[in-house]
């Protein structure tokens, strides 16, 4: 099966401060999703990318989807501690039709004040 | 809430038994997909069901079995349970059976094999 990858795995900031994190897939992706999990919680849908080179922003929140469709990257800016959870990036089988998605290990972001 | 209802919310057990996860999918919702979260292997696709037909099936061990109902709902079987089986066990829901879905996820069933 497909590989997504992200990094970094952990990410410590202090309010106020910029987070990146970077999603690769082995393959080409038709989509690709994001989902915050907060600590104690489940997966909560952020957003879905499909066209190439496509950004889409959520207040605070900026998600660009690689040119090639293989990549991807989630941008907060100015951190809060309510920003505070793991952030997966989930992408189809390539080709498929199937729900089925592969997840990356996600990046924990910690915010202290 | 999500719209997704999961239970047990927590579950201790011995090795060797066996246990049922119980799932609701979000109304409207056909597909209902399950995924076991752990430190070391993060979230990990189990199956997915669509309309009450299994629709994929991911790197599920032959220990584990599920199924969907009439009414949609889904339950999760695990049986000759191994201490390694302790994990978190999502089932998340979709309007359609494809990947242009967002996956709506229930609070999840922790499992605790002692």
């Known amino acids: 099966g497909q590989q997504v990858m992200q990094i970094p795995q952990y990410q410590h900031v202090q309010e106020g401060e910029d987070f990146t994190t970077y999603c690769n897939s082995s393959?080409?992706?038709?989509?690709i999703q994001w989902y915050k999990q907060r600590p104690g919680g489940h997966p909560v849908f952020l957003i879905q990318?499909?066209?190439?080179?496509e950004v889409k922003k959520q207040n605070r929140l900026t998600f660009h989807y690689g040119v090639s469709k293989d990549s991807s990257s989630l941008n907060i800016t100015a951190t809060q501690t309510t920003d505070v959870g793991t952030y997966f990036c989930?992408?189809?089988?390539?080709?498929?039709?199937?729900?089925?998605?592969?997840f990356g290990r996600g990046t924990q972001l910690t915010v202290w004040p | 809430d999500s719209g997704v209802t999961q239970t047990p919310k927590h579950l201790i057990t011995a090795t060797g038994q066996r246990v049922t996860l119980r799932c609701s999918p979000r109304?409207?919702?056909?597909?209902v997909y399950w995924y076991q979260q752990s430190l070391d292997q993060g979230l990990q696709f189990l199956i997915q069901?669509?309309?009450?037909?299994?629709?994929a099936k991911g790197n599920i061990l032959e220990r584990f079995s599920a199924q969907q109902f009439p009414d949609l709902h889904s339950e999760l079987n695990l049986s000759s349970l191994e201490l390694g089986d302790s994990a978190l066990y999502f089932c998340?829901?979709?309007?359609?059976?494809?990947?242009?879905?967002?996956?709506?996820f229930g609070s999840g069933t922790r499992l605790t094999v002692v």
């Open positions: 998340a829901s979709s309007v359609g059976g494809g990947s242009s879905y967002g996956y709506t």
């Open positions: 109304s409207g919702d056909l597909s």
């Open positions: 989930a992408g189809p089988d390539r080709g498929s039709t199937l729900g089925r998605l592969y």
């Open positions: 990318l499909v066209k190439s080179g």
């Open positions: 069901y669509y309309n009450g037909e299994e629709r």
């Open positions: 393959t080409t992706l038709s989509n």
